[in-house]
């Protein structure tokens, strides 16, 4: 609707907005009931506004207006409209009904729950001995109420999956495959999406193991059912590693260190080896950027040294449960969550405090801003609040000597 541009221009006054918002909040949490009062302070023009509406005398000062009696008034005012669409013209769009989105909530979940049984039903695990354990967990995460909207897709493409792997006739498969054979689409069951999540955890609990906490512990239950995820295209650069064991792989690497040779190892690579990847006591250095490597290359420094090329792969990941390491990256936001997340693998962090970074910010040649969002550093909490104060982005690049120095 669309009020006569006098009348809006009357009770469009400012001094009466806060009113009007008042009322919007309070219908829009009470369902567009037109009932009770509402208490308003009123200067000299918004009570003659008022009175003018109203049809009777209103002083200014804190005065209480009555829902019915204002919604009467616009009805038989030149808006012809009552009290609901005249609030939603004067602040800016349609009224919510909260109460009625709540009860829709309700239902929607009920709802999905329904759904959730009936495909269980529909692919045949309703009565496995461990899909009550995958139910409730479903429940205390929440996962499916994140986005009930697609859930009921995301959740099909699990059980699906689940039933399919499970079958004792199922064939062995890449995990791309069986994601097109379930839902037509091979990333459908990757890490990073809602079905792959649901089916790991699944499986998890078919086959009694722990939720996943890294790509290795989701590749291991992927393999118990027959599935394997790919483990090949991932892989972190080594520089110098040294094996320690006398098995032909370990001697393998270490004829590449002596030969000068970068190694890329793949994930399926690293989950073959049993050996040690250095010596139990070794601490080895890791940065960020390819060139550091490169450059440690170039000069022949003896001492390993691991680069994830941004964030680490699963293949990095792996390198990094299984080694002592202690870790460089860029001083940036991103470069910062890399670090954070490498110190939670139980990295050390190598020249990533609040002092290297403002030594490096005094050498360095970019002036690149920083940026907004800052990440925590719980290894030195006082870096992210310099980091902020300084503004500065420092790329690794920037502090190569340093590092190779340290290196040599």
């Known amino acids: 609707m669309t009020l006569p541009e006098r009348f809006r221009d009357y009770l469009g006054a400012p001094n009466l907005t806060d009113l009007w918002q008042r009322l ?3 219908l829009e949490r009470t369902g567009h009931s037109i009932t009770g009062t509402i208490r308003a302070e009123l200067d000299a023009d918004a009570a003659d506004r008022l009175s003018g509406l109203l049809g009777r005398n209103i002083a200014a000062g804190r005065r209480t207006v009555s829902l019915s009696e204002l919604d009467t008034a616009l009805l038989r005012s030149s808006a012809a409209c009552g009290l609901v669409p005249v609030i939603a ?3 800016g769009g349609p009224l919510r009904d909260r109460p009625s989105e709540r009860l829709a909530r309700q239902d929607a979940v009920t709802a999905l729950w329904a759904e959730v049984e009936t495909v269980l039903d529909e692919h045949g695990l309703l009565s496995a001995p461990w899909v009550g354990l995958w139910t ?3 429940h205390a995460t929440g996962l499916l109420l994140r986005s009930p909207e697609t ?3 995301e959740f099909d493409t699990a059980a699906k999956a689940v039933a399919s ?7 062995p498969r890449m995990l791309g495959q069986l994601a097109t054979a379930v839902a037509g689409d091979a990333h459908a069951l990757d890490n990073d999406r809602l079905a792959g999540r649901l089916a790991v955890r699944a499986l998890g609990f078919a086959f009694d193991r722990p939720d996943p906490v890294g790509p290795r512990d989701r590749i291991a239950v992927w393999q118990l059912a027959g599935i394997t995820a790919d483990t090949v295209s991932g892989t972190v650069l080594t520089w110098g590693l040294r094996p320690p064991g006398d098995d032909p792989w ?3 690497m ?4 002596e030969l000068g040779l970068v190694t890329h190892l793949t994930l399926a690579e690293l989950s073959s080896v049993t050996a040690f990847l250095a010596a139990p006591d070794a601490t080895v250095a890791a940065c960020e950027n390819p060139q550091v490597l490169q450059r440690a290359a170039e000069l022949g420094v003896r001492q390993p040294l691991v680069c994830f090329s941004g964030n680490p792969s699963s293949a990095g990941a792996a390198l990094a449960e299984r080694v002592r390491l202690r870790y460089h990256g860029d001083f940036d936001w991103p470069g910062i969550a890399i670090a954070a997340r490498l110190h ?3 990295a050390e962090l190598w020249r990533m405090n609040a002092r290297d970074y403002l030594d490096a910010v005094g050498v360095g040649t970019t002036r690149l801003p920083l940026g907004s969002n800052p990440v925590p550093t719980p290894w030195d909490p006082e870096l992210s609040s310099v980091m902020s104060r300084a503004g500065v982005v420092v790329h690794e690049e920037s502090v190569l000597d340093v590092l190779i120095a340290d290196l040599r």
Not at 165 to 171: A, Q, R, T
Not at 254 to 257: E, V
Request: glycine share 6%; hydrophobic share 45%.
């Open 151 to 153: 859930a009921r897709i």
């Open 136 to 138: 409730r967990w479903l």
């Open 165 to 171: 792997v499970l079958d004792p006739s199922s064939p």
């Open 89 to 91: 013209e004067l602040t």
């Open 344 to 346: 939670g693998l139980g």
């Open 24 to 26: 919007r909040v309070r």
């Open 254 to 257: 270490r004829a590449r260190a």
């Open 250 to 252: 370990s001697a393998m």
